[in-house]
């Protein structure tokens, strides 16, 4: 291995150790609770090396998000390819995203609103995310789970609105943040099901 081999080896393996420390800091505390300095003495390096790697905070947060996409993605697709049908990936999905929130910080998406650049890659990645979902109801609706008598891009755009709605009224301000994401789902997921996709539902329920 070359030096220049070895210093982009170094430099890329420290990158991911600031992002593995910076983000689980970042979830639990809110945003604006984590200082460099902060991560910087758990890894045990100075200030200037914590920049030179990696840049300010907004793009160790930006890295740290993307990151943190990209490897529940991962996840999904990953049992995708072993899940029965539809509802069996739904199910996997939901647990994974009770079992991050409930870990969470409410302040960690609130103050996330205030980086455009993160907002950004969030809303371009929810657009392709909202594509891959169509086709995932169309599938569904095929093998008898989803309703064939709703249109799905109305759902997904009320969706979001109430999401939005959440976070403008500061609802995780008068609720436990996992219970309005979970109160959220279910309500959502029960007005798309037939009956042999509610049957589904119901027992995962039963099993949380």
Same mark, same amino acid.
């Given at each position: ?13 420290? @990158?991911? =150790?600031? *992002?593995? &420390?910076?983000? %689980? ?6 945003? #604006?609770?984590?200082k460099m300095d902060d991560i910087a003495t758990i890894l ?30 991962a996840m999904f697709g990953e049992h995708a390819r072993i899940?029965?049908?539809e509802m069996d990936m739904l199910a996997f999905f939901l647990?994974? @995203?009770? =079992?991050? *929130?409930? &870990?969470?910080? %409410? ?6 609103? #205030? ?80 009956? #042999? ?12």
């Open positions: 291995m070359s030096k220049n081999d070895y210093s982009t080896s170094y430099r890329d393996g420290l @990158k991911q =150790k600031i *992002i593995d &420390t910076a983000l %689980p800091l970042f979830k639990e505390n809110g945003i #604006k609770a984590v045990g390096i100075s200030k200037r090396t914590l920049y030179e790697i990696i840049g300010d905070k907004e793009h160790l947060l930006f890295e740290c998000v993307k990151h943190d996409t990209e490897k529940q993605h899940a029965e049908n647990k994974m @995203k009770l =079992k991050d *929130i409930g &870990t969470v910080n %409410p302040s960690y998406f609130t103050e996330m609103y #205030k980086y455009d650049s993160i907002m950004d890659y969030l809303r371009k990645k929810g657009a392709e995310q909202r594509a891959q979902s169509i086709g995932f109801m169309k599938k569904g609706i095929e093998d008898g789970f989803f309703r064939d008598d709703l249109n799905y891009e109305i759902v997904h755009v009320m969706s979001d609105a109430t999401i939005s709605h959440v976070m403008q009224t500061e609802m995780y301000k008068r609720y436990d943040f996992k219970d309005i994401f979970r109160t959220f789902i279910f309500v959502h997921l029960r007005g798309c099901c037939t009956k #042999k996709g509610l049957d589904y539902l119901e027992a995962f329920l039963a099993q949380e």
